[in-house]
Structure formats: structure tokens, C-alpha cells
């Protein structure tokens, strides 16, 4: 109850750190997913233009101290609190959880056979040196979000991907917190594709782009 109500008094950020194949399980909705294992740091430095944006955790137990550290460094200084006991005491608590489907990259080979709209959400070079080979492929990279979303229509469904499942997760979290709630992540990205059955763009070696 004191974590909803900070969170609804001070207009606090939801964000939550834990792996992107844990949280999407269930997570508290509206949350953020940003895993302090990946590039933590850079990530909410990209998508959290605001300094002093208030913001609440939920992190993996015995991290709590670990993540405010890493906001602070790089200038996050309005952490408001962590939700004690995590994930498991919101549900104990009979609070609303939400869940993102994530699919294999087997799986999504089966799907691309269909009309269906896939975001990838890789920089500029990833995408230019080897992207799927599919007119389905829209080019969205998540630093972008902000600009790119007004672009994405709420009653559609995307599969997103990234290069290993790091940023697909958090670009879903951020569609599924802003109404879109059509969105399939693509467990382990590019690399994972590349191991299905698949067909891609013809590798261009990024040193030379």
C-alpha cells in the first residue's frame, strides 16, 4: 500500500531490475524493466531524460543498495524506495499483476510465416549489417522509443527483438506501460534467430558501414 501510494502521489517511475526472462513472468503494471545486469546504467540515462525523476524499485533481494548506487553515479538522485519483499509480497498482498509472452526464436519462425508486424529494436549498424529478411521488419531502435512510438498503432501486435533479449524487454515494458498490450517478446534476439530457420539479409561486416 505505501509503495502504490508513492507512486500515485509523486508520479514515480516504476523500475524494475530484475532479469528481463524473470520479469516478464510478472510484473507490477506500468513498471519499467531495465536489468541491472545488462547496460543498466546508459539504458536509463537514453530513456530517462529527466534527472530528478522521481523513481521506485523493484529489485532482486539484497540489491536494493546496489541499484541506488548506479542511479546516483550517473545523476539519478530521487530514489524514492524499493518495495519490500519484491515481486512475491505484491502478490501476497492480492495486487494486479501483469506478464509478457515471449516466444523461442523457433516459435517466430513459425509466426513469420503469418501478416504479422515485427519491431526491431537493435542500433543503426546491427540492423544495417544483418536484419531479417521480411518486408514485416520495421526498424525501431529502443533509444528512439520516444520519438518512434506515436508511429505504432495500439491495436496491433509486434514480436520485438533485439540482439539477445535485453532490449526487447524493456522496449515491451515500455509499449505494455503505455497501452500498447499487443506485444510478443523474441527470447534471445538476433543471436537466437540466426539459429533458426530464418532467412536473413546478407551479412555486412559493420567496420565497413
Known amino acids: 500500500e505505501d509503495f502504490e501510494a508513492v507512486v500515485n502521489s509523486e508520479g514515480a517511475l516504476m523500475l524494475d531490475t530484475r532479469k528481463p526472462q524473470v520479469f516478464k513472468d510478472a510484473f507490477i503494471p506500468n513498471s519499467i524493466n531495465i536489468g541491472v545486469d545488462g547496460g543498466f546504467a546508459p539504458w536509463v540515462g537514453a530513456l530517462?531524460?529527466?534527472?530528478k525523476q522521481p523513481i521506485v524499485l523493484i529489485v532482486d533481494e539484497g540489491r536494493a543498495e546496489e541499484v541506488v548506487t548506479?542511479?546516483?553515479?550517473?545523476?539519478?538522485?530521487?530514489?524514492?524506495?524499493?518495495i519490500e519483499g519484491g515481486i512475491e509480497a505484491w502478490k501476497k498482498a492480492g495486487k494486479?499483476?501483469?506478464s509478457i509472452e515471449s516466444i523461442s526464436a523457433n516459435e517466430f519462425s513459425n509466426m513469420l510465416k503469418k501478416d504479422i508486424n515485427?519491431?526491431?529494436v537493435r542500433k543503426e549498424n546491427e540492423f544495417t549489417s544483418q536484419s531479417i529478411n521480411s518486408e514485416k521488419v520495421i526498424h525501431s531502435p529502443l533509444r528512439?522509443?520516444?520519438?518512434n512510438i506515436t508511429s505504432l498503432n495500439k491495436e496491433e501486435e509486434y514480436h520485438i527483438h533485439c540482439g539477445g533479449g535485453y532490449?526487447?524487454?524493456?522496449m515491451a515494458s515500455i509499449l505494455k506501460s503505455r497501452g500498447f498490450d499487443k506485444v510478443i517478446d523474441v527470447a534471445g534476439g538476433f543471436a537466437s534467430i540466426k539459429e533458426a530457420d530464418i532467412e536473413l539479409t546478407e551479412f555486412v561486416c559493420p567496420s565497413t558501414l
Open 118 to 120: 515485427v519491431l526491431d
Open 48 to 51: 530517462v531524460p529527466d534527472l
Open 96 to 98: 494486479e499483476v501483469d
Open 144 to 147: 528512439l522509443v520516444n520519438d
Open 70 to 82: 548506479r542511479l546516483s553515479r550517473v545523476g539519478y538522485d530521487n530514489t524514492l524506495g524499493f
Open 167 to 170: 532490449r526487447s524487454m524493456i
